[in-house]
């Protein structure tokens, strides 16, 4: 009885932690600022500034539809730090040295609009101008490996999207 037990105790923490890794595998991994910096320029990867609040409308949509996207996160995942950035809170990040409220970053960046993406290369330059708004996975997609593929060093987002269409209309003949 007792090796039955143990058995079935086994068993169910053996799943219960496949379950939660599972779960993690089907999630942004999400930093905080200085966090991601850090890994950012550990891994050579850029970063991922999502500036969003859970009580904003267009944000709860951004998490719950395109955040939630399984090649989204992958992408993401797979080539990216992502920070999220809580255009709310008083919680403190510090940066240069001294210590600002999360919100503060809103304008040290600009944002005029929630929510708001900011890409940055590894040593905190950014990389190409912000997205603002709700942007459904598909069109995330294309932002994501334009900016992944280093392809804004040299080609403007409109001429990236039409060499794309281009692609995607001989594969689809």
């Known amino acids: 009885m007792k090796k039955l037990s143990f058995l079935l105790l086994f068993t169910f923490l053996f799943s219960f932690n496949n379950a939660q890794s599972e ?10 600022l200085r966090r991601g910096l850090f890994i950012s320029e550990q891994e050579k990867k850029p970063l991922l500034l999502s500036f ?79 997205v603002r708004g709700f942007i459904p996975p598909e069109k995330l997609s294309l932002i994501l490996k334009y900016i992944s593929s280093e392809v804004y060093k040299n080609t403007k987002f409109t001429e990236f999207l039409k060499k794309e269409e281009n692609l995607s209309n001989k594969k689809g003949r």
Do not use: H, M
């Open 52 to 130: 969003c609040s859970s009580e904003n409308i267009f944000c709860q949509k951004l998490n719950g539809q395109t955040f939630a996207n399984p090649e989204i996160i992958q992408s993401i995942n797979d080539n990216f730090i992502a920070v999220n950035i809580d255009f709310l809170s008083q919680n403190p990040i510090k940066i240069d040295n001294s210590l600002i409220p999360e919100k503060e970053l809103v304008k040290r960046f600009e944002i005029k609009g929630f929510p708001t993406l900011i890409f940055l290369d590894p040593k905190g330059n950014k990389i190409s101008g912000s």
């Open 23 to 32: 779960e993690n595998k089907q999630k942004v991994s999400w930093y905080d």
